[in-house]
């Protein structure tokens, strides 16, 4: 017992001596505290001093029902004290069959077999493999490439960070699994072509996808990796026809058409798939994060009848799984929320709400350094330029100094949680629970107001 460590009661020490955070700068905190948050309770969070701050981020796009819901935190302690663990890897239990049968019954088309993992990168991992191992079992062994989207995020396992549009994050993880390429996003903003012209430009960038998978060989491209509206960059929506012509496309090639849809499932636009938001029916679905709404881990890959039959046949099976994949206390918490979504409407009271929360955020097309506010349902980007007439960008020394420096310190100094991010331009991210209101919307852009007001300054 001579090694025991001490427990200590300054947090912020300990979180620096032993807790190391994930995408974290952790020389940041050398000599600063480390920020604590010990409490949450609706759109609010509260840290260890007491102070209040608006979740403008639902954690990490996941707390879709608000901090503090007492039949969430019930349901995992009901569970855990009938069965806390059984793994799926042949036998079965009733939360995970439940949760299952209720996901097929949300998911569009012939998308009724659901694959349990324990969160989104997960499911992107899951995802690949299938597609690989399917058209093996087909009869088509060379198809195992896959395509995505500039700057799109998909995750940080070895695959799921090659399906990754984003150099940075990959670079020092390289060489990544092969067989990924990229096509361009769906950015109108700094659209090359037809930036006038949303349909034409949507049409225009899904005819980058059958341009990639002509010049790969549509005898080696497995799937299509695309998120309903892209994460990474700031938010951007599907052009009008966009999903229409890539569905096309994947069909005419047979390629397949996985919706990653880790962070807009579970009503963040408003329904419960957010494929049903854009009308298309895709191959798979990945999802994860809002499942729960947070209160336990869990994630999935739903798929499509018709990918899932030849595993299904004989001998046949996915090699592929996870121990805590569909895990019983998860799986609870997971039905009770979805209970708790349809008891109050809430993907309802998103689509009721994203107009006003975008008109709020437009508000700030007043200020010099805001050139776009962009998304849908309650998921927003704000970009920030140093010239609104030439949508000149921040440079790298700038990005440094003023979103870093000043901006993401400043907002949560402020009472904002959110994101202030420069993959691929610098951006504000916005994505509160789904519970926020006219007075939430109006507190986020007050704050923001005033920080960028300040930090136009110092550009």
């Known amino acids: 017992m001579g090694n025991a460590i001490a427990v200590s009661t300054d947090h912020s020490n300990a979180a620096y001596d032993h807790l190391w955070m994930h995408f974290t700068r952790m020389g940041s905190y ?23 701050y608006l979740d403008g981020l639902a954690g ?110 990959k670079a020092p993880f390289e060489p990544l699994v092969p067989g990924a390429h990229k096509v361009a996003n769906t950015n109108i903003y700094r659209a090359p072509v037809h930036g006038d012209d949303p349909e034409a430009f949507g049409r225009w960038a899904a005819d980058q996808i059958e341009q990639q998978i002509q010049f790969e060989g549509p005898d080696s491209v497995a799937a299509v990796f695309l ?34 849809e880790v962070i807009c499932a579970f009503g963040r636009l408003g329904t419960i798939f957010a494929c049903d938001k854009f009308g298309y029916v895709p191959d798979m679905i990945t999802c994860a994060k809002g499942m729960t709404s947070g209160y336990s881990p869990i994630g999935a890959c739903v798929v499509s009848d018709r990918l899932a039959e030849p595993f299904y046949q004989g001998s046949n099976s996915f090699l592929h799984g996870y121990t805590f994949g569909g895990h019983p206390v998860s799986a609870a918490v997971a039905l009770a929320n ?11 009271h998103v689509l009721d709400q994203e107009g006003a929360f975008l008109e709020t955020l437009r508000r700030l097309h ?88 300040e930090a136009w300054t110092k550009l």
Not at 141 to 165: C, D, E, F, N, W
Not at 231 to 254: M, Q, S
């Open 227 to 260: 998120e309903p509206v892209q994460n990474a960059g700031g938010c951007f929506p599907p052009p009008p026809g966009y999903f229409r012509r890539v569905r096309e496309i994947c069909d005419e090639y047979d390629v397949l058409l996985v919706s990653d």
């Open 366 to 453: 007043d200020l010099p350094i805001v050139g776009d506010v962009r998304g849908n349902g309650f998921f927003y980007g704000i970009e920030l330029v140093k010239d609104k007439t030439t949508k000149e960008s921040f440079d790298a020394e700038e990005c440094e100094r003023i979103l870093y420096g000043y901006v993401s310190r400043e907002l949560f100094e402020n009472g904002l949680y959110c994101r202030a991010d420069d993959r691929g331009d610098p951006v504000i991210q916005l994505a509160p629970p789904l519970i926020a209101d006219q007075s939430t919307f109006d507190e986020m852009e007050q704050i923001i107001r005033g920080v960028l007001t």
């Open 30 to 52: 050398a000599h600063a505290r480390v920020p604590t948050i010990v409490r949450g309770e609706g759109t609010s969070i509260y840290d260890d001093r007491g102070k209040r």
């Open 60 to 169: 990490l796009f996941v707390v879709q029902a608000g901090h503090g819901r007492a039949e969430l935190a019930d349901a995992a302690a009901r569970q855990a004290r009938e069965l806390a663990f059984f793994p799926i890897w042949s036998y079965a239990h009733p939360r995970a069959i439940e949760l299952a049968e209720r996901l097929a019954g949300h998911a569009p088309g012939d998308l009724n077999k659901v694959f349990f993992t324990t969160g989104g990168g997960e499911a992107v991992e899951t995802a690949w493999k299938l597609a690989k191992q399917y058209f093996k079992l087909v009869g088509k062994p060379g198809k195992h490439k896959v395509i995505s989207r500039a700057v799109a995020y998909h995750g940080t396992p070895q695959g799921a960070l090659a399906i990754t549009g984003l150099p940075a994050l």
């Open 338 to 348: 979805l209970d708790l979504f349809e008891r109050e409407g809430l993907p309802q």
